[in-house]
């Protein structure tokens, strides 16, 4: 079996395309979460399972994907995942501005997405969509306890100090291996950034040995200033001595 990771791209375009594509893969992964419905207005337990999802997405490696109007269906048979789209009173309620609320509301980290209403041509139906990227300071905590009541049952989905993350088609809090991983990303991420700091160094040098250059044919073809060896020497000098230290 091809492994819906490897089928699910975070780089494509929040757009009615992506939206048919996403609906027809028809199986969840740590990629791709689908919801019936998301009642940002009314719905506690709506509101408080998207914000886990999505900081679990932020805090996997490549995102991921929410697609609300898309239907979970159990049978002997297993699972299917029937499209439904949204009601206009969901619809009404879906936008960046409070689901970004809704957001700040748990963590006081930084937490990237984009999200839309499409149309589904194919389906004829609205559906809501979120993107949310992986983020940029791992991990993302929880600020405060996700609680909701059912039945006059208090039920908490996370708590304060968490971290999640995506395993398979589950939001669940994260465990040692989990935690490895994140201080294996951050030191790629680390490296990364020394060495775009490196080249950039690498370019100021390859400039001085341009400008020492220079100078050395001014000075060969004509009498150059008094000065001229005063200017060339330290540069040269500084300029092998600190490219020793980079190649170290």
């Not at 991921?64 to 159990?74: D, L, P, S």
């Not at 609320?101 to 839309?116: G, N, P, W």
């Not at 999640?164 to 991420?189: L, M, T």
């Amino acid at each position: 079996m091809v492994s819906t990771k490897n089928l699910i791209d975070t780089q494509l375009d929040l757009d009615g395309a992506t939206l048919d594509y996403l609906i027809a893969v028809k199986r969840e992964s740590a990629r791709l979460d689908y919801k019936l419905q998301c009642d940002l207005r009314r719905g506690e337990k709506d509101r408080i399972e998207l914000v886990r999802d999505m900081l679990a997405m932020a805090n996997t490696d490549d995102g991921g994907w929410i697609v609300v109007g898309v239907e979970e269906a159990k049978s002997p048979k297993g699972k299917s995942y029937v499209p439904r789209g949204m009601s206009a009173l969901h619809q009404a309620q879906f936008d960046e501005a409070r689901v970004r609320q809704l957001v700040e509301k748990y963590t006081d980290a930084i937490v990237d997405f984009d999200l839309a209403l499409l149309a589904s041509a194919r389906h004829g139906m609205t559906f809501g969509l979120i993107l949310a990227r992986p983020a940029q300071e791992i991990p993302i905590v929880f600020a405060k306890d996700g609680q909701h009541t059912n039945g006059g049952v208090t039920e908490t989905l996370f708590r304060q100090g968490d971290v999640y993350v995506r395993r398979g088609s589950s939001s669940i809090r994260a465990n040692q291996n989990d935690w490895r991983n994140f201080k294996s990303r951050i030191r790629q991420r680390e490296r990364e950034r020394w060495t775009e700091e490196t080249m950039g160094i690498r370019g100021l040098t390859d400039g001085l040995r341009d400008l020492i250059d220079l100078l050395k044919t001014e000075h060969a073809s004509k009498p150059a200033p008094p000065t001229a060896a005063d200017v060339v020497g330290p540069i040269e000098e500084f300029t092998k001595e600190f490219t020793k230290v980079l190649d170290e």
